[in-house]
């Protein structure tokens, strides 16, 4: 998965804090994507950004979550007074540009966040 | 009925054995297929990207997809124990063109052993 860098890798946080996640695309790649891992759960989609838009966000909780990708800096993930729920694995995927041929996602590896 | 159905496994096998996984999915619209093997503790890693019906080939891979049965499949031959993984198969939304949200399946769990 060399490309998408995403850190922390591991972030642990206690109920009520904030949780920053982070993510650089591939070199190229103007398209970013977040997922959620739960424990024997699939990966489900969250949102979808381009720098300073958000195209699709039909899969953030309607609270406590956001994304940005500004343009400058990595896209971040950020999750409000965390709750144990939020426990899972996110990954992030970014994608090249529209007219670039085909445009698979590629994925970083995860932080994985634990909330005590 | 989910959008996109795969059994979780696992599936064991002996090395050199050929390993079929596969996916079925419900809605019609669904353009884009994708294959990701996942190591444990890792990220999702893509294996193979496939538009509309027909046979992909890269290596020992071959996918395959059947859109008039709604039926996806991976072929993997002279399987080795590094391939030990998690298999997804995935699809992008279908009003996503070639970029979009994909749809995972849950994945299967894939051991192979010396």
């Not at chain 2, 669904?30 to 996942?38: A, D, K, L, P, T």
């Not at chain 2, 993997?76 to 070639?98: E, N, V």
Request: proline share 7%.
């Amino acid at each position: 998965n060399a490309g998408v860098m995403q850190n922390p890798r591991h972030l642990v946080r206690r109920r009520g804090q904030e949780a920053r996640l982070r993510c650089s695309p591939m070199k190229g790649h103007s398209h970013v994507y977040w997922y959620r891992q739960l424990p024997e759960e699939g990966l489900k989609f969250m949102v979808y950004l381009q720098k300073e838009n958000i195209i699709d966000e039909s899969g953030m909780p309607k609270e406590r979550f956001s994304a940005e990708f500004p343009k400058e800096g990595p896209s971040i993930l950020r999750i409000q007074q965390v709750v144990r729920g939020d426990s899972a694995a996110y990954f992030c995927a970014s994608s090249p540009p529209s007219g670039q041929g085909d445009q698979p996602q590629h994925f970083g590896d995860g932080t994985r966040l634990s909330i005590l | 009925q989910k959008e996109v159905e795969q059994d979780p496994g696992p599936l064991s096998v002996p090395e050199g054995a050929i390993v079929s996984l596969n996916c079925t999915y419900s809605n019609s619209a669904f353009q884009y297929f994708m294959w990701y093997r996942q190591y444990s503790r890792k990220g999702p890693e893509l294996l193979m990207y496939t538009y509309s019906s027909g046979n992909k080939e890269d290596g020992r891979f071959t996918a395959q997809v059947d859109k008039s049965s709604k039926y996806i499949s991976l072929f993997i031959r002279d399987s080795q124990p590094s391939d030990s993984a998690t298999y997804l198969c995935a699809m992008i939304t279908p009003h996503g063109g070639s970029q979009g949200n994909l749809i995972f399946g849950k994945g299967t769990k894939l051991s192979v052993k010396p």
